[in-house]
């Protein structure tokens, strides 16, 4: 069973960055498939990046995000990075990193797949 813990939350103004970071527990990591999902007052949580162990480091992103977050990980760290550069007011949420320990090539999109999560950091970006 895996732990996760996220920081690197924050204000910051439109146009700004932030890098979130996600260390997890556990000794098969490198096997785990991890996300970013944030989450906006009253609305669903959404998948913002997604990255397989089973395909080569290969990301996934949100339409919304794609071109200005990255996710990456370091398996020897345990640490996943969500790097987010151009913020817009819109990016203003909760943001919660995930894992789940299965194999698969593409990262799932739905929350519901996901058995491990973090509390959640808050990132505001202000106009």
């Known amino acids: 069973q895996a732990q996760l813990v996220e920081s690197g939350g924050g204000l910051v103004q439109a146009g700004g960055s932030l890098r979130l970071s996600c260390v997890a527990s556990g000794r098969t990591f490198s096997t785990y498939t991890l996300a970013w999902f944030r989450q906006a007052p009253g609305k669903e949580r959404d998948f913002v990046a997604g990255?397989?162990?089973?395909?080569?480091?290969?990301?996934y992103y949100g339409d919304s995000v794609k071109g200005r977050f990255t996710i990456s990980r370091d398996n020897a760290k345990n640490t996943v990075y969500l790097q987010m550069n151009s913020l817009e007011p819109e990016d203003t949420a909760v943001y919660y990193c995930?894992?789940?320990?299965?194999?698969?090539?593409?990262?799932?999109?739905?929350?519901?797949?996901?058995?491990?999560w973090g509390q959640g950091t808050q990132v505001t970006v202000s106009s």
């Open positions: 990255i397989s162990a089973w395909s080569g480091g290969r990301s």
């Open positions: 995930a894992a789940y320990g299965r194999r698969s090539l593409q990262p799932s999109r739905s929350p519901g797949e996901y058995d491990y």
